[in-house]
């Protein structure tokens, strides 16, 4: 693929990767923040840029049954959180497309 | 005389247009009194094609009006130095290049004999309208303003004066001649009341931008009162190299596969052989890494330095690579990028220096001759997207996706000797050749436009899609912007209009650039995502070639500034290729070297057969 500068976010407050501080996603597509990932807290957001998206495979969490991705920021290559592409149980549905972040893993960009 | 003969010629005479030359049939030759004529008549009466009459009946050449061609070529005559054969021309067909108020208004200007000129300018009557060259003044073009005109007049008036140290005079004419014709132009007057003031004629000429009486100064005010006269008394000057200049200019922009560097001839229309322009591969430069199986380095940039002798490039592999565009050999690997791919870089004009923009946040300046690296600019947060060097060659300014180092100017020593930085961040930029116009474009739809000589912001532009890349054309007039949106569109700095567009490149996900090149930088070259390398007519946007240039996203293209029968272009294959016509192709061949790649015989360099519209 060709050369392909890092997406930037226009907002008050913008999380990025811990490592390398590429902008990931702005405080206001905070869905939730009642999420835990293996690092600790986690946040459900409604769009994150500059990640790159693993295979998909099955987890069961918490709350069920999940088809999810590993998300890993393009710069550095680290992994900074999941993003749900199927939930088996319908009240789980609301996660699907979206992404979660580990706090753990990020820093605040402003 | 002649006119009179002219005058008794029988009316019946035929007015069709023939050639050649040739009589139309019925026609006899006049009558005895012809035969007391001098021997000019007689064969410009064998040689005009109509043997027209001058005064009665407006005959005229092939469609052109005969007087306008007559004085015209007089005054080509004129201004070649055939003097005599221009008053043999003018005796002839009894058209004047100039009526004699004309002349004599020339000369009083050229002479200094100001009341004369301003006689001459206005008639006796000082008549404020402009009919009638006999009795109110000159007949002005329209639209000139003849107070304007005597303004000029009065002011070249005073300056000679005060040259001449005749303050006292000079004052006088300031009052009485200069303030009572510029109601409002207040700073004009201020500004040549300050004049009074100085000391010497240096300082006075250095103040007025004027060079004296001695010097072209009268040249240039006739030049600039002729403007203002009507052509039908007198015509501007070189009229006719003037038409031949923008007939030449018009041939050249239309030619299709302009490849020629010299100015066309005017003994046949001008058209370049479509054989000549670039269209085969004629070497690939070879990159060592490709022998491995591994996945290749995609190279993102190619430039040409400016004396059109070394290309350089970068990539992913972060190092700068550079070649000799004559024989088409690695001459240095740069590195000192730390971990991290190399977007952009500039060569300075001198050719020698180069800058190099890398995703490790810094920026390196190097000479090309050895390879060293001169400076290393850091303390950017972001990645350094791109460079331009002012044309002095001593400093060069760099734009950056850091918001507040965004555009940068930097000296020989990496000290920062001025910032534009204006809340934008940058992608790309570009300076005029003109030094006039520094365009940034933000990695929104935006472009933001200063003036780079005052330092100052003029505009900003919004466009309707996400642009990849920005290229300035060498007449410093239009700005060609590659989108996202497989448009590449070509605007008028100044008036913003859109004045061409292309289309047929594929793009989207990545930045793919554009340039202008060619002679007379007639065409628009562009890579695009399918592989293919595009070119198209610039000013008719016709698309006049599609080469396969990579296997994979052609990223850069680059055409050689000298010459123009080459291009480069580079991939995400890794592969950075040479592209020139056939017979070059041929000659490279039998010179022994055989270009590199595997792929010569396989489907890259295949030829549309017709230019597509695209």
Known sequence: ?110 | MLMEIDKGEPSSRDPRVVSNGSRPTGEHPLPGSSKTQKAPSETMRGARPNGAAVGVQQETYFGHDREEITRILIQALGDLGYHAAAENVAEESGFQVESPDVVAFRQAVLSGAWSRAEELLCGKGARASGQGSDNGGLVLAPGADRNIMRFRLRQQKFLELLEQRETGRALAVLRNELTPLCQEQHQTLHFLSRLLMCQDTEDLRSKASWDGASGRSRQVLLAQLSGSISPSVMLPERRLAVLLEDLKRSQVDRCLYHTSTESPSLCVDHLCDRSRFPSEMLDELSNPALESSKKPDEVWQVRFSPDGRRLATCGTDETVSIWDAEHLALMHRLHGHLKGEIGNLAWGPDSRLLVTCGFDRSARLWNTDTGECLRTIGGFEEPVSSCVWAADGQTFITGSFDKKKSICQWNMHGECVHSWTRAHRTEDLVLSRDQRWLVAMDEQCNLHVYDFVARKHVYDWALNARPTSLSISRDSRCLLINKADNEAVLLDIETHETVQKYTGQTGGNYTIRSDFGGANENFVICGSEDGHVYIWHKLTGLLVQRLEAHHASCNAVAWNPTDPCMFATAGDDGRVRIWSNRERAKALAATGRHPNGTSRTSSNGSLRSDPMRA
């Open chain 1, 1 to 110: 693929m060709g050369l392909a500068y890092n997406t930037y976010l226009n907002s008050s407050r913008i999380y990025g990767c811990k490592a390398c501080k590429s902008h990931l996603a702005n405080h206001e597509d905070i869905i939730s923040r009642n999420f835990r990932g293996q690092h600790g807290k986690a946040y459900l957001f409604n769009n994150v840029v500059n990640v790159e998206a693993g295979e998909p495979m099955e987890r069961n969490m918490t709350t069920g049954r999940h088809v999810v991705r590993d998300i890993t920021c393009r710069v550095c290559n680290e992994v900074v959180g999941w993003k749900y592409d199927k939930a088996y149980e319908s009240t789980e549905k609301y996660k699907e497309g979206k992404f979660i972040l580990e706090a753990e893993l990020l820093c605040t960009v402003s």
